[in-house]
C-alpha cells in the first residue's frame, strides 16, 4: 500500500484545512486509520483514529476542531481541521493499521503552518 497525503498549506489561525491521505495497491476499507503530526523538535503524536467501521477517537488537544473521516470507495482518508491555532503547525502524517498489526503504512506527511 502507497499512501499519499495532501491538503496541508499555510493558513491564519481561525482557518481551517481539509487534509486527504489517498490509498493505493491494496484495498482501504479493512484498515484502520490514523492521523498524526510532528511538530519542530517534538515527538511525533497521534491526533485522530478512525476504524473499518468508522468509530473514531481523537486526542484531548483536538477534541472539537479536528474530524477524521473515511470514502472506502475512493480508498481515501480525511482529517477536516477547524479554528487553526499556531500549535497546530506539524507535519501531519497518515497511518493504515491492520487489525493483526501485520500491515502497517504511512504515508509521507503534509505540512500544516498556521500564522498568528
Known amino acids: 500500500v502507497q499512501l499519499q497525503a495532501s491538503g496541508g498549506g499555510m493558513v491564519e489561525a481561525g482557518g481551517s484545512l481539509k487534509l486527504s491521505c489517498a490509498a493505493s495497491?491494496?484495498?482501504?476499507?479493512?484498515?484502520?486509520m490514523g492521523w498524526y503530526r510532528q511538530a519542530p523538535g517534538r515527538q511525533r503524536e497521534l491526533v485522530a483514529t478512525?476504524?473499518?467501521?468508522?468509530?473514531?477517537t481523537y486526542a484531548d488537544s483536538v477534541k472539537g476542531r479536528f474530524i477524521i473521516s473515511r470514502d472506502n470507495a475512493k480508498n481515501t482518508g480525511y482529517l477536516e481541521i477547524l479554528s487553526l491555532k499556531p500549535e497546530d503547525t506539524a507535519v501531519y502524517y497518515c497511518?493504515?493499521?491492520?487489525?493483526?498489526?501485520?500491515?502497517?503504512?504511512w504515508g509521507q506527511g503534509t505540512q500544516v503552518t498556521v500564522s498568528s
Open positions: 497511518r493504515l493499521t491492520s487489525l493483526s498489526g501485520d500491515y502497517d503504512y
Open positions: 495497491g491494496r484495498s482501504f476499507s479493512s484498515y484502520a
Open positions: 478512525v476504524t473499518s467501521g468508522l468509530s473514531t
